[in-house]
């Protein structure tokens, strides 16, 4: 949870900061989530932990979006299968991402 706000400083891949952040019960803080709304813009969606003292804070509306966070944990793991892609042989970030589409489109025509 500390080093969620320094990851989003090191971004160098992001060009702006994103409108709504998903993570997991284990960043459910009103705190951070007060420094990421009002400091940065962000809107911190996580579902609540279940020893939580405080009132809940979000509504059912935002957690939508968390319940479709499965499709892109999955489409990783299937990427992860490509032993190239995880330890990453390649030095240049252009044959990296020829690798990564490669394994896109097997992936693809394996699930047909």
């Not at 969606?45 to 968390?66: A, E, I, M």
């Not at 892609?85 to 394996?110: D, M, N, P, S, W």
Request: glycine fraction near 2%; aromatic fraction near 16%.
């Amino acid at each position: 949870m500390k080093l969620i706000e320094s990851l989003l400083d090191y971004s160098v891949i992001l060009y702006r900061d994103p409108d709504r952040l998903l993570y997991d019960k284990i960043a459910d803080s009103d705190a951070l989530h007060y420094r990421l709304f009002w400091h940065r813009g962000i809107e911190l969606v996580t579902p609540h932990k279940k020893n939580r003292k405080k009132n809940p804070t979000q509504d059912g509306r935002s957690l939508r979006r968390y319940r479709k966070r499965w499709k892109v944990e999955r489409t990783i793991s299937w990427l992860k299968n490509f032993h190239r892609l995880v330890v990453r042989y390649e030095y240049y970030a252009h044959l990296y991402h020829g690798f990564v589409q490669l394994a896109c489109l097997f992936t693809i025509l394996k699930r047909f």
